[in-house]
């Protein structure tokens, strides 16, 4: 075995992923929505593998987050939360330089409050039709996606979180680092001072 090159093995489980995706999605273009961490460090394999694949990385401020799982899942874990927060985010960080040229970043709250500027970006990033911008702009705007409430305005600040003092300790071990590297604050402002505009990032 150990004269047998690694990129043979490696060239095999490349083509072995081929021929599955091939098989579960015949037609030309395929999606695959809300990847775990796992999944985002293999981005740059599957760039390998599909020249063409781009990347669209939805981010969020972990405090809206956590808002939305304690209202879409009132029984969720709020550690487990934390943690899995916490490895989607730091995971993006380590493979985004590796994708360079494929990928864009969009916030959120970017998408909310501007759902055409998001969608013009996204068309640049997947040659969509200019009939195509216009239906994903219109549905950014009117489909309220990913929304916590209906106040489609509303900043968290972590005041009015009410998490309990293991909450806010959990917070502190496992995201408040991650969240000043994405430049997000904790108070209704959303973004420390000077990182405004990373609401929408090119890679």
């Not at 961490?37 to 981010?59: E, G, T």
Request: glycine letters at 4%; proline letters at 4%.
């Amino acid at each position: 075995v150990s004269l047998v090159p690694r990129d043979y093995f490696q060239s095999s489980l490349d083509e072995m992923f081929i021929r599955t995706i091939k098989t579960i999605y015949p037609a030309a273009t395929w999606v695959d929505k809300t990847p775990n961490s796992n999944m985002i460090h293999l981005a740059p394999r599957f760039r390998r593998i599909w020249p063409n694949s781009r990347f669209v990385f939805m981010k969020r401020r972990f405090l809206e987050n956590a808002a939305s799982r304690a209202i879409k899942f009132p029984d969720y874990n709020f550690s487990q939360n934390c943690r899995e927060w916490n490895e989607v985010m730091t995971a993006w960080l380590t493979v985004r330089s590796q994708l360079q040229g494929a990928a864009i970043e969009v916030d959120q709250r970017f998408l909310r409050d501007n759902p055409y500027e998001a969608a013009e970006a996204i068309q640049g990033l997947l040659k969509l039709t200019d009939t195509e911008k216009e239906r994903l702009g219109q549905a950014f705007g009117y489909d309220y996606p990913e929304r916590t409430s209906t106040n489609r305005k509303a900043d968290i600040d972590i005041s009015g979180m009410g998490w309990r003092d293991e909450q806010i300790q959990d917070f502190e071990r496992f995201c408040a680092q991650t969240m000043d590297v994405y430049g997000y604050s904790t108070d209704a402002k959303y973004y420390q001072p000077g990182s405004e505009t990373n609401g929408l990032v090119w890679i």
